[in-house]
């Protein structure tokens, strides 16, 4: 997944947590960026979810070809 803001004063890491958060219908405050603010690669951590309901909205959004 690609990102379209600049990465000056964090607006891509902005960009990408409420894409997650749009994709998987939780709060911004949800998701967070734990590692990688300066990488390519990143980790997120979601909150509020168990694991069970994110592997069922994760194969929800892959089923329908999305993000």
Excluded: C, I
Excluded at 18 to 34: N, P
Aim: charged residues 30%; hydrophobic residues 45%; without cysteine.
């Amino acid at each position: 997944m690609a990102v379209s803001a600049p990465p000056e004063d964090n607006r891509a890491n902005h960009e990408l947590v409420e894409a997650f958060a749009g994709w998987l219908g939780v709060r911004r405050e949800q998701v967070r960026v734990e590692s990688g603010l300066a990488s390519r690669d990143k980790v997120l951590l979601l909150s509020g979810l168990s694991e069970v309901e994110l592997r069922s909205r994760l194969a929800t959004l892959l089923a329908k070809g999305r993000p």
